[in-house]
C-alpha cells in the first residue's frame, strides 16, 4: 500500500518536444510530492514538488499536474532540452514520520 | 555544490570488514535520514535521526549497521561486516523542521569485493 508507482519505465523525446512522465500511490496517508532528478553518478536533486492543497504546480519548463480523487500526478517537460536527459524519480512523503517512498524512475533521453 | 557533506565519496571494502562513512547536514536541519540505492536505482530506507534521536530505522540497519548523529560532529554510518549485496550508493539527506524539503549529499559509493 505504501508504494509508489512510476511509468513509464524508460522514454525517448526528441528535442522542443513535451516530456509527460506518469506516477501514481495509493496510501492516503502521503501529503507531499517531491519530484527529483538524478543525473549518472550523482545524488538526486529537487526538481519540484507538489502537496495535497494544489492541483498544478509550475516551474519554468517543469510542471506537475495532480489528480487527487485517483491518486496520480504527472510531470510535464515542455521544450524538452538533451541536457534534460536523466532519471526522474517521484517521491511521496508519509505524514508520520516525514520519511520519502520513492519511484523505480523514469530514465529519460532527450535526442537533439 | 551540495549543503549536505558527505565523504568518503567512495569506499572499497573487502567482506567481513567494517565501512564507514560520514554526513554533516545542512546547517540548521534537525532531522537527518540515510537511504540506500542500489544499482537498479531503487531506494531503501535505513534510518532516521531528530538531533541525536533515532526516529526509526529498519531491520537491517538494527542489526547490522550502526548510526549516530551526535551533536557537533558528523552523523556516521557503519556497516560492521560488509557483505557483497551491501555495495550501493548511500545517501544522506537533511531536512528542517515541519514541511521543508531534503537536502541530499552527494553519496558514498560503496563496493564490497
Known amino acids: 500500500q505504501q508504494q509508489v508507482r512510476q511509468s513509464p519505465q524508460s522514454l525517448t523525446v526528441w528535442e522542443g518536444e513535451t516530456t509527460i512522465l506518469n506516477c501514481s500511490y495509493e496510501?492516503?496517508?502521503?501529503?507531499?510530492f517531491p519530484w527529483y532528478r538524478q543525473f549518472p553518478g550523482k545524488s538526486p536533486a529537487l526538481l519540484i514538488a507538489i502537496s495535497l492543497v494544489s492541483n498544478k504546480k509550475e516551474d519554468g519548463r517543469f510542471t506537475i499536474f495532480f489528480n487527487k480523487r485517483e491518486k496520480k500526478l504527472s510531470l510535464h517537460i515542455t521544450d524538452s532540452q538533451p541536457g534534460d536527459s536523466a532519471t526522474y524519480f517521484c517521491a511521496a512523503r508519509m505524514d508520520s514520520n516525514y520519511q520519502l517512498i520513492w519511484g523505480s524512475g523514469t530514465k529519460l533521453i532527450i535526442k537533439p | 555544490n551540495s549543503k549536505v557533506i558527505q565523504t568518503p565519496r567512495y569506499l572499497v571494502k573487502g567482506q567481513g570488514q567494517k565501512a564507514k562513512m560520514r554526513c554533516i547536514p545542512e546547517?540548521?536541519?534537525?532531522?537527518v535520514f540515510w537511504y540506500q540505492q542500489n544499482k537498479n536505482n531503487e531506494f531503501k530506507f535505513l534510518i532516521n535521526f531528530q538531533n541525536q534521536e533515532v526516529l526509526q530505522q529498519i531491520d537491517m540497519t538494527e542489526k547490522r549497521f550502526s548510526a549516530e548523529c551526535p551533536s557537533n560532529s558528523p552523523c556516521s554510518l557503519e556497516i560492521q561486516s560488509s557483505e557483497a549485496g551491501d555495495s550501493a550508493l548511500y545517501l544522506c539527506a537533511s531536512r528542517g523542521q515541519g514541511y521543508s524539503d531534503y537536502t541530499f549529499g552527494s553519496g558514498t559509493r560503496l563496493l564490497v569485493i
Open positions: 496510501d492516503s496517508t502521503f501529503d507531499y
Open positions: 546547517k540548521g536541519h534537525p532531522v
